[in-house]
């Protein structure tokens, strides 16, 4: 599905637009809703830092797991890693403002930034690693320990995500989303 929307393409995969579905019509304790909102934010938070610092949006895909934005001209350094940090940096700010208040409406936020952080691959984490690393490395190495970092990230999440489904009953997400950003990297030539 294809939309064009302030001169940006946006891009809805049917993938996800099935899974949106499902998933909220699933929930029944309207859990999602706060998690689309975090998520919604947190890609705004990217947006607004390309815009901040001049960098043409080109076009917006929304995909099963993530959110690919494009861009007429590849950013600065800089402004490279602005725009990485924006997301999580909203979405710790809307935790920080909102947890007090409400720790089920806060949650999402907290959650989603800090796992943004993580030096996985397909995360911001991972390419603020990667900026850094391109500094120092070749290409070649930086990929290297990108690919060995994520999967070292990996072990543990996918152990935590197995535990929280064994102990909830119900609750896969984790697993879900480790097992999705672990087929990406080993899929990512």
Do not use: Q, W
């Amino acid at each position: 599905m294809k939309l064009r929307l302030l001169k940006i393409d946006l891009v809805i995969g049917y993938e996800a637009v099935a899974a949106m579905t499902a998933v909220l019509l699933l929930d029944r304790e309207n859990r999602v809703i706060g998690c689309f909102l975090a998520a919604l934010l947190h890609e705004s938070g990217h947006i607004f830092m390309m815009v901040l610092y001049g960098v043409k949006v080109r076009r917006v895909k929304l995909r099963l797991f993530d959110v690919l934005i494009e861009a007429d001209e590849p950013p600065t350094l800089r402004s490279d890693v602005m725009i990485t940090l924006a997301g999580p940096a909203i979405n710790l700010v809307c935790a920080a403002a909102i947890c007090p208040f409400s720790l089920k409406t806060g949650l999402p936020h907290f959650a989603l930034g800090v796992f943004n952080l993580l030096p996985v691959m397909s995360l911001d984490g991972g390419h603020l690693l990667g900026i850094a690393l391109s500094r120092k490395l070749t290409p070649r190495a930086c990929d290297i320990v990108l690919h060995v970092t994520s999967f070292i990230i990996f072990l543990p999440l996918m152990t935590a995500g197995i535990y929280i489904l064994f102990r909830s009953g119900y609750n896969y997400t984790l697993l879900l989303i480790s097992l999705y950003l672990l087929a990406v990297l080993l899929l990512k030539k």
